[in-house]
């Protein structure tokens, strides 16, 4: 904690020290200046030019400290990023994230890059045989590989919950993305990925925040899709889901302007997904249909529909609808999801009857009322 303490540290007074050493260094000049032109006659300057002198002084003592407790925590945050890395790197071999058959693969450059930071000596940790961008990019790889294995573990959940376990994973991920902006600052693509791994810790407040700020930074193309798609997840997560609805249409633009098909599939589900929490379910399922039109492999978005549909009382649509489910999810080999949606359907299926039936019923009681009011006529 003492590391991410200097970090926050180091980033809102670097720039102030920076003006103030800056300013002394110009009033220095400025009074030597003024003394080489008023000399020592005028008793009323040299006076005023005392009282200057101490403040200097006084002020220049101030900043030389301060210099040397920001010297003191830029070698403690040296060491503590390079412990840092050493730690989350050794753990993904350690646990076969990388570098094994069934494991993410890393290009050379980086592992090359982070094999000599773990090899290397924690208490000297100078960063020698790296450049601050090749650091950034293995550590901002190294994310993306614990990210990913991250999602794997939350894979195909739109039926059935189930326990979330890839919090560790998240969490690494974040503490990858976090080092790596130390070494590569106002990156749009490393803290639009920080952002996303925050939201998917939970902590959608932080991840709101460095959204916008990812949103703020120039990115390559000009394009900020994916920070928008992430900023309007964690709106969607803290329940506001109209202001997320207009952040994801957004987003869904962005990406047809760029031809980016799988942000727009995942744009217009989530569309969907707001809409359903907004109990707008055949709208929901409008976006969950063109969705799938253009990611058709993906059973998940045909199952939300069905449920879309089952929710707003379109059950025999609904059957329909889960049934292709069914199928897509048997293609998959995912046979829980295959009987669930099944047995979605015959569940829509009945419903659907029954409200056929109760429909004749109410048809037949008005049939009957206009015959007996007739016969009273």
Known sequence: MKFYNDSDLL??????????NDGLNKAKQALEHIISKGGDGNEELKNAMGVVKKQLISFDGRMQRTNGKLQEIFVRLGVGLMKEIKRVYLHAKEVELIATEDSYTMEEEYTNVLDLVAGSREEKAEGGGWTDDQLAGAMAELGAVYDRAGEEKLHDLTLTSRENDSNDLFANAVRCFAVASCFKPNDCDIMCRLGKTFEELGMSDIAIHVAKESLSLETIGGDHAESMYNLATSFESKKEYKKATKIFQRASELAARNGNIDLLS???RSIGVCLDGQHKWKEAAKAYAVASELAPSLPE?????????????FHMDAKTSFEHAAKLFAKGGMKDHVLECEQEAKDCEELGKAGEDGEEKKNETERRDRRDDDVDE
């Open 301 to 313: 978005l045909v199952s939300a529909r069905a449920i879309s549909l089952k929710n707003g009382g």
């Open 266 to 268: 995942s744009s217009l």
């Open 11 to 20: 980033a809102g007074n670097h720039k102030i020290v920076r003006d103030g």
